[in-house]
C-alpha cells in the first residue's frame, strides 16, 4: 500500500517552519503513515526587509505566493500564525482549522538594566514595525522613540542584546515557541497593549473541495480559539483593516460568555478609541462587527482614513 502524501506550504522563516513541523507532527500522530513533505515558499513580505510593511501596502504580505501554490495544486495545505492571514481568502481556499492558542500577548524584551515597561528611562528607543504597538505605546509613553524592526526573531532579539534599543516588542507566542521564553522582560497586559487579531493562534488553510484534508483537519481544529479567533476576524473585516494597521482585539471565553475587547489607535497615539462587547460564542461574527461599529461610531473611520491616505 503506498503511503497517502501531504504537502504543506509554509514560509521560510524559523518560526514558520517550527509552526509547520508541529502540524506535521500533530498529522503524523493522527496516522503514522503519511508521507509529509514540507513545501518552503518565499512571500512579498519575506523578500522586502528594507521597507516598514505598512508602506509596501497590500493585504496577505505573508500568505499570497503560498495561496497560489496550494490552487495550483503544489501543496495541500498551509500553515499560518493567523495574524498574518487577510479577512477576505482566495475562491476555492477556506481557513479548515484553527489550532489551540498559546499566550496571545505582546512580549517586552529589554536590554541590560531595565526591568520592565514602566522601568525605561525618558526617550527610550524602542524597536518594533507593528503600527498597532506603535499607536499603544505613544498613547502611554509619548516621549518614547519609536525604530522600525523587521527581520526574523534571531535578528530582532540580537539587536537589542547588542544595544541597538533600549527594549523591542514582539509577540510572546513566537518567542516562546523558538525556545527563547527566558528572553522575555514582561510580558504586556492586554490593557497596556491589545495583541493583534489572531495572536498566538496557528491557521490551517486548505482547499475548499479537499474532502480527505478537511476532514483531517477537523481534527485538529481547537472550538474556543476558533470562536475567539473568528469574532476578531469578523471586527477587522468590517473596519476593512489589513495586517499591518493601528487595530487591535482580543477575544476570550469567560463561563460561556464571549467577550471581545477591541481597538484604533492614531500612528502619534493621541487618539486611542477602545471599546468591548459581550455574548453569546456562537454569535461570534455578529459581536465582532457589532464592536467594529461601535467603534466606527467613535470616530475611527476618520483615523484609518487618515492612516490608508484616503
Not at 517552519?17 to 503514522?32: F, M, R, V, Y
Not at 520592565?116 to 507593528?130: E, W, Y
Not at 500612528?267 to 462587527?289: F, R, V, Y
Request: proline letters at 4%; one cysteine or more; hydrophobic letters at 40%.
Amino acid at each position: 500500500m503506498t503511503k497517502r502524501k501531504i504537502v504543506i506550504a509554509t514560509r521560510g522563516s524559523k518560526l514558520a517552519l517550527w509552526q509547520a513541523e508541529w502540524i506535521k507532527s500533530l498529522l503524523l500522530g493522527i496516522n503514522p503513515d503519511f508521507d509529509i513533505e514540507l513545501n518552503k515558499i518565499k512571500t512579498t513580505g519575506d523578500k522586502i526587509l528594507d521597507v516598514p510593511l505598512a508602506q509596501v501596502g497590500g493585504k496577505g504580505l505573508f500568505v499570497k505566493e503560498i495561496e497560489e501554490a496550494m490552487l495550483r495544486g503544489e501543496a495541500d495545505l498551509a500553515v499560518h500564525s493567523m495574524k498574518d492571514v487577510p479577512t477576505d481568502l482566495p475562491e476555492g481556499l477556506h481557513l479548515s482549522a484553527i489550532t489551540k492558542r498559546e499566550d496571545p500577548r505582546d512580549a517586552f524584551i529589554a536590554g541590560k538594566g531595565i526591568k520592565s515597561f514602566s522601568d525605561l528611562p525618558r526617550g527610550a528607543n524602542i524597536g518594533t514595525s507593528s503600527l498597532r504597538r506603535i499607536c499603544q505605546l505613544l498613547n502611554l509613553r509619548p516621549d518614547l522613540k519609536i525604530t522600525q524592526l523587521r527581520g526574523n526573531v534571531d535578528t530582532r532579539l540580537r539587536k537589542v542584546a547588542e544595544g541597538e534599543f533600549d527594549a523591542i516588542i514582539l509577540a510572546a507566542a513566537g518567542v516562546k515557541r523558538l525556545g527563547f521564553a527566558d528572553r522575555i522582560t514582561e510580558k504586556l497586559p492586554v490593557d497596556v497593549s491589545l495583541p493583534a487579531i489572531g495572536q498566538g493562534a496557528v491557521g490551517i488553510e486548505c482547499r475548499v473541495d479537499d474532502v480527505f484534508i478537511n476532514d483531517l483537519l477537523k481534527e485538529l481544529n481547537h472550538e474556543e480559539t476558533s470562536v475567539c479567533v473568528r469574532a476578531e476576524r469578523a471586527f477587522l473585516k468590517r473596519l476593512e483593516g489589513g495586517c499591518q494597521v493601528p487595530i487591535a482585539a482580543y477575544a476570550k471565553l469567560d463561563n460561556s460568555k464571549l467577550i471581545i475587547e477591541g481597538l484604533v489607535g492614531s500612528l502619534d497615539g493621541k487618539t486611542l478609541i477602545k471599546a468591548g462587547i459581550e455574548g453569546k460564542p456562537e454569535e461570534a461574527e455578529t459581536l465582532g462587527i457589532a464592536l467594529a461599529e461601535k467603534l466606527l461610531s467613535k470616530g475611527a473611520k476618520e483615523i484609518l482614513d487618515e492612516v490608508y491616505g484616503h
